[in-house]
T-cell receptor, first 118, second 114 residues
Framework: GAVVSQHPSWVICKSGTSVKIECRSL??????MFWYRQFPKQSLMLMAT?????????EQGVEKDKFLINHASLTLSTLTVTSAHPEDSSFYIC??????????????FGQGTRLTVV | GNSVTQMEGPVTLSEEAFLTINCTYT??????LFWYVQYPGEGLQLLLK?????DKGSNKGFEATYRKETTSFHLEKGSVQVSDSAVYFC?????????????FGKGTKLSVIP
């Protein structure tokens, strides 16, 4: 299957700093990528849909100025958590569909990034 | 809106035991249903899927049948192994509207002991 790589796998940062998380599709071009957040013992919640060459579409309740998403190329989307605070500590996961699979709804996921803000 | 409810864990089983993880859903239209698995330290991987009523998805000894009448997609395996220890997520996607966004259940952690 298609491969999605996410980097870093984990990061610890100080409160008030910004952190960038990268999501790459390694063997296919993804016009659309998805960013999820997972709280402990909770489900994955869709944060935003990242569209190549245009602005991301954010879900209700997600602060677009805090979670900056850039999808500058067909193989890379980045999520930047700005002015991070301890409550932003979470597991962030990206996913993408492989357009070569036509109408399939299968999504391919990165390995996730554990963010801890201290 | 869409929602997925799956049984809460953690679930601890002995090797070769029978596994069932319940999953029910609420959705408009005719969603596709999935089970994803997340092994320790890794991302989510698709385990199996079903795209229409009465379809049975199967992979690695796991099975799940799309039951529209009960809006369920329970995951089963006849004999679990230690290597099956992971977190399992039930999910749905409505592709009819052109959206491929997934709605996930909370996940069920499975631990299989020798």
């Amino acid at each position: 299957g298609a491969v999605v790589s996410q980097h870093p796998s984990w990061v610890i940062c100080k409160s008030g700093t910004s952190v960038k998380i990268e999501c790459r599709s390694l063997d296919f071009q993804a016009t659309t990528m998805f960013w999820y957040r997972q709280f402990p013992k909770q489900s994955l919640m869709l944060m935003a849909t990242s569209n190549e060459g245009s602005k991301a579409t954010y879900e209700q309740g997600v602060e677009k100025d805090k979670f900056l998403i850039n999808h500058a190329s067909l193989t890379l989307s980045t999520l930047t958590v700005t002015s991070a605070h301890p409550e932003d500590s979470s597991f962030y996961i990206c996913s993408a569909r492989d357009p070569r699979q036509g109408g399939s709804t299968e999504a391919f996921f990165g390995q996730g990034t554990r963010l801890t803000v201290v | 809106g869409n929602s997925v409810t799956q049984m809460e864990g953690p679930v601890t089983l002995s090797e070769e035991a029978f596994l069932t993880i319940n999953c029910t859903y609420t959705a408009t239209g005719y969603p596709s249903l999935f089970w994803y698995v997340q092994y320790p330290g890794e991302g989510l991987q698709l385990l199996l899927k079903a795209t229409k009523a009465d379809d049975k998805g199967s992979n690695k000894g796991f099975e799940a049948t799309y039951r529209k009448e009960t809006t369920s997609f329970h995951l089963e395996k006849g004999s679990v192994q230690v290597s099956d220890s992971a977190v399992y997520f039930c999910a749905l996607a409505n592709s009819g509207a052109g959206s491929y966004q997934l709605t996930f259940g909370k996940g069920t952690k499975l631990s299989v002991i020798p």
